[in-house]
């Protein structure tokens, strides 16, 4: 076993009736190495073009035909030797053509010719041409007795009508695949504009939606602008005639006034309660309108924590004078943060009002640190606490938890949805963690600068 290609048989050209002969050579060895017909027949069209045109240029040339039957993939390899040197240049252009026939063509100067090399890849399925195989190949090519031009032309026309049919074939299966591509191509345009129709009536549809979604939230807008301006105009309208009664009340109840009888002293004071309790209805309802219209805004200025904390401390301790529950104002971790000092107060105020009233036992405490950039203040109690599926609600306006009732003072539902707004003023947010029976953990965020 060699590595390079292996002779089968030589042949030279001298007339032009051996590219007859030549051709019939080159399709039998073709046939006797395994390839298929169609291949035979492309090997030998082109064997006996190259064969042509060199023999055009020359007196005669020399055809070889070898295999390279180790090599992956096994391949024929044919080359037409002319004695001409130089001739390359000529051939290269008439070849052309010829050379789409096989797998591999090459046309060089020899040192003492020209060579035309060309080769064929042998299919997969083609027995392993053992020595002994290769033998029997030699044998047989040499009792080959080529046929005479007649015959040679009329298997070329044999071959020729089989190719035509082949193509025709090809032509009719090419026909009735564009007139299904045809036919799917309608189906696909008429699915096209029907889902287009759909879409654009989609498209109408979303439109009016939104157009509709627009003109509500105008109306929206408006209602909200409306509500605004009513409960400022009625909190400011009645806090007059409310501050009125009052005075009114401690009037009729001051030492210098006529004494009053112990049935008339309850009533007074029921009546001082009563508008006391409006009137800080009134001042809810106005500092509400007053966030939701915009008009607060926040004077950001360094602030002193440890000076709001001891404020705070002092001005709630009033409130926290029921002895089983404990009120704490942690000193404040955090020496300053940089925020509106009146907003940030009544937001802890609302807060700490708001657990003092709803803790029956244990504490309140007010605490503060700082994470990354933020600012965490927490108002923490031990009441009743909040169910989960209301940590929200709590602070819609009005709104009060079902079955909660305040220790001391009463709630107007107010404070904490008013809290909530003037964080977001002082671009933070207020959060609430809450268990029932457990309590619950009021948490403001706010940037430290």
């Known amino acids: 076993m060699t590595d390079g290609p292996e002779q089968l048989m030589k042949m030279r050209l001298r007339v032009a009736q051996d590219i007859f002969a030549v051709r019939q050579l080159g399709r039998e060895v073709a046939r006797e190495v395994g390839l298929e017909q169609q291949?035979?027949?492309?090997l030998a069209t082109a064997l006996s073009e190259v064969s042509r045109v060199m023999l055009s240029g020359a007196r005669d040339a020399d055809v070889t035909f070898m295999v390279q039957r180790d090599g992956v993939p096994p391949m024929l390899q044919v080359t037409v030797e002319s004695p001409v040197p130089g001739d390359a240049a000529r051939l290269r252009p008439e070849l052309a053509q010829a050379g789409r026939l096989v797998d591999k063509m090459e046309v060089t100067d020899a040192g003492n010719g020209t060579v035309v090399w060309m080769a064929r890849r042998l299919p997969a399925s083609t027995p392993r041409l053992t020595p002994d195989r290769m033998d029997e190949i030699r044998a047989g090519l040499a009792e080959h007795v080529p046929g005479n031009p007649i015959d040679e032309l009329n298997l070329q026309n044999q071959q020729l009508i089989a190719a035509l049919d082949e193509v025709r074939?090809?032509?009719?299966?090419?026909?009735?695949l564009n007139a299904e591509l045809e036919?799917?191509?309608?189906?696909?345009?008429?699915?096209?504009?029907q889902l287009s129709e759909e879409l654009e009536e989609t498209n109408r549809g979303v439109v009016a939606l939104y157009a509709e979604l627009d003109e509500k939230s105008v109306q929206l807008a408006a209602a909200s602008e409306a509500k605004?301006?009513?409960?400022?105009?009625?909190?400011?309208?009645?806090r007059a005639p409310v501050t009125a009664i009052i005075g009114l009340g401690r009037l009729l109840g001051d030492e210098a006034s006529d004494d009053l009888t112990e049935e008339q002293t309850r009533q007074v004071d029921l009546i001082r309660g009563?508008?006391?309790?409006?009137?800080?209805l009134v001042n809810d309802l106005l500092d509400l309108a007053k966030a939701e219209a915009g008009r607060v805004e926040a004077t950001m200025?360094?602030?002193?924590?440890?000076?709001?904390?001891?404020?705070?401390?002092?001005?709630?301790?009033?409130?926290?004078?029921r002895p089983e529950v404990g009120f704490v104002v942690e000193e404040p971790s955090v020496p300053s943060?940089?925020?509106?000092?009146?907003?940030l107060a009544r937001i802890l105020r609302n807060l700490l009002t708001n657990a003092l009233k709803f803790t029956e036992s244990g504490e309140v405490r007010l605490s503060v640190r700082r994470i990354g950039d933020d600012?965490?203040?927490?108002?923490?109690?031990?009441?009743?606490?909040?169910p989960e599926e209301l940590h929200e609600r709590v602070f819609e306006e009005f709104y009060q938890v079902p079955g909660s009732k305040p220790v001391s003072g009463k709630g107007t539902g107010l404070g904490l949805p008013y809290a909530r707004r003037l964080a977001g003023i002082l671009g933070g947010a207020l959060r609430v963690a809450s268990t029932p029976g457990e309590g619950s953990t009021f948490t403001l965020w706010l940037p430290v600068s």
């Open 375 to 386: 600012a965490e203040f927490t108002v923490s109690d031990t009441g009743t606490g909040i």
């Open 274 to 280: 009563s508008a006391t309790d409006l009137l800080s």
């Open 228 to 238: 605004s301006r009513f409960l400022a105009n009625v909190s400011h309208e009645l």
């Open 39 to 42: 291949d035979q027949t492309r």
């Open 183 to 193: 036919e799917t191509n309608r189906g696909v345009m008429a699915l096209y504009h």
């Open 337 to 343: 943060i940089r925020t509106d000092e009146v907003l």
């Open 301 to 321: 200025a360094d602030v002193d924590l440890k000076a709001v904390f001891g404020q705070l401390r002092g001005t709630l301790r009033p409130m926290a004078t």
């Open 169 to 176: 074939a090809q032509r009719d299966d090419l026909a009735r």
